[in-house]
């Protein structure tokens, strides 16, 4: 998705718009602005204050703030996925990580280390692939838990982006409820 810089007319600060976004607030000063689309600029309309003694927010301005946020969240998820979670098979499509296969490999390497171990320990002078053995069991055991430990951190992630889409699908639903 795209970001489109845009600055606050209150504060001045720089205003980074999310593409789809409908609702933006200033980090700076939390102002309100509503995000216009027009032949392909954005403007920016200051939204009025709420005034002292009023109620909630109006039924559409709910609506409007949750597919703000839908939006947003959907923009930080695909951020996410790009920066961290690039995995790609050589078709360029993008898969889900795996731990069976980064398992598969670490035992591959455990077990060439430990057979140069045995080697060094057991032929008289080969000291030194027995301590390179030892490295590449390390480092195999290493790998494999760091690969394991973020996969399991993507598949974490994803669990709770789509539980928080769901979450606010299903309250933008109830809002547009007759």
């Known amino acids: 998705m795209d970001r489109n810089p845009l600055?606050?007319?209150?504060?001045?600060?720089?205003?980074?718009v999310p593409a789809g976004v409908h609702v933006v607030h200033c980090h700076h000063c939390r102002a309100p602005f509503k995000v216009r689309h027009h032949e392909g600029t954005i403007h920016l309309e200051l939204l009025p204050e709420k005034p002292e003694g009023a109620g909630s927010m109006s039924h559409s301005t709910k609506i409007m703030h949750?597919?703000?946020r839908l939006a947003l969240l959907d923009h930080e998820w695909a951020h996410f996925?790009?920066?961290r979670h690039s995995h790609r098979k050589l078709d360029?499509?993008?898969y889900e990580p795996s731990n069976g296969f980064v398992v598969i490999l670490s035992l591959a390497f455990v077990t060439v280390g430990g057979l140069l171990i045995y080697?060094?320990?057991?032929v008289p002078g080969a000291?030194?692939?027995a301590?390179?053995?030892?490295l590449?069991?390390?480092g195999s055991i290493l790998f494999g838990y760091w690969k394991v430990r973020t996969v399991n951190r993507y598949r974490s992630a994803r669990k709770n982006y789509h539980q928080a889409k769901a979450d606010l699908v299903d309250e933008i639903r109830r809002l547009e409820m007759p």
Do not use: F, N
């Open 119 to 122: 080697w060094g320990m057991r």
């Open 131 to 134: 301590v390179i053995g030892g």
């Open 92 to 94: 360029a499509k993008p």
């Open 66 to 68: 949750l597919q703000s």
């Open 81 to 83: 996925v790009s920066s």
């Open 7 to 16: 600055t606050c007319e209150v504060c001045g600060a720089k205003l980074d």
């Open 127 to 129: 000291t030194p692939a």
């Open 136 to 138: 590449i069991v390390g």
